[in-house]
């Protein structure tokens, strides 16, 4: 079973920061998302990445399948960046593939 | 535009009672799943199907049963509730594309 460890579990920040989270897992993978989650709210794929960079707005993904790390940076950020952020990686095409980080809970004040 | 829908969004039960969640989707993927979420622990899978009358055991099946009848819906059974089974359940769908949608949650108190 992989592991999938995600650092920091907690970030308080001041708006405009740059933010970095890291997910780091234990077994090779076929693809990783990055996932968000706002209080009481929903969860929304932010990203699907297997190799390289993927950008989206402020938010940028990379992955080093080498070193079998993923970082989610958010550059500019603002409070409604506010949420948990986690990672997920899949062994395989199927759902039973698909392992959980635990999350980072982000709060970005004002 | 389609959408993933879950229903109720919070229900309160006693223990032993049947309780079914519903999931409904309008994006007409094959695959979908159930997750319950609880404090400390990640996202955990309790069952899955690749499609119509396909489905399969997660990570943690034991008291939950779901069916597949048609595409668009993947209905969790509760047979028996219990007092573990407090928690925050989502339902998924994934398209060829491998890109995930999930439902806005169910809260689910069994008392």
């Known amino acids: 079973k992989n592991e999938v460890e995600q650092s920091p579990q907690n970030l308080t920040a001041q708006e405009g920061e740059f933010i970095t989270i890291n997910c780091s897992y234990s077994?090779?993978?076929?693809?990783l998302h990055w996932l968000q989650q706002h209080p009481g709210g929903g969860i929304v794929s932010l990203f699907m990445?297997?190799?390289g960079k993927k950008k989206h707005g402020r938010l940028i993904a990379t992955i080093n399948i080498q070193e079998k790390h993923s970082s989610l940076h958010i550059t500019a950020s603002h409070p409604r960046d506010s949420a948990v952020y986690i990672c997920?990686?899949?062994?395989?095409?199927?759902?039973?593939?698909?392992?959980f980080g635990k999350g980072t809970h982000l709060i970005i004040q004002p | 535009d389609a959408e993933i829908t879950q229903s109720p969004r919070h229900k309160i039960t006693e223990t032993g009672r049947q309780v079914t969640l519903a999931c409904h989707q309008t994006w007409n993927h094959n695959n979908m799943f159930w997750y319950r979420q609880d404090l400390g622990h990640g996202l955990r899978l309790i069952h899955y199907?690749?499609?119509?009358?396909?489905?399969n055991k997660g990570e943690v099946s034991d008291g939950y049963s779901v069916s597949r009848s048609n595409t668009e819906d993947l209905p969790l059974t509760l047979e028996s509730a219990a007092s573990s089974q407090t928690s925050v359940y989502f339902c998924a769908s994934k398209g060829s594309d491998e890109k995930l949608f999930f439902g806005s949650g169910t809260q689910l108190s069994v008392l």
């Open positions: 997920a990686v899949a062994v395989g095409g199927g759902a039973d593939g698909l392992t």
């Open positions: 990445l297997s190799s």
């Open positions: 199907s690749y499609g119509v009358q396909d489905t």
């Open positions: 077994v090779g993978i076929s693809a």
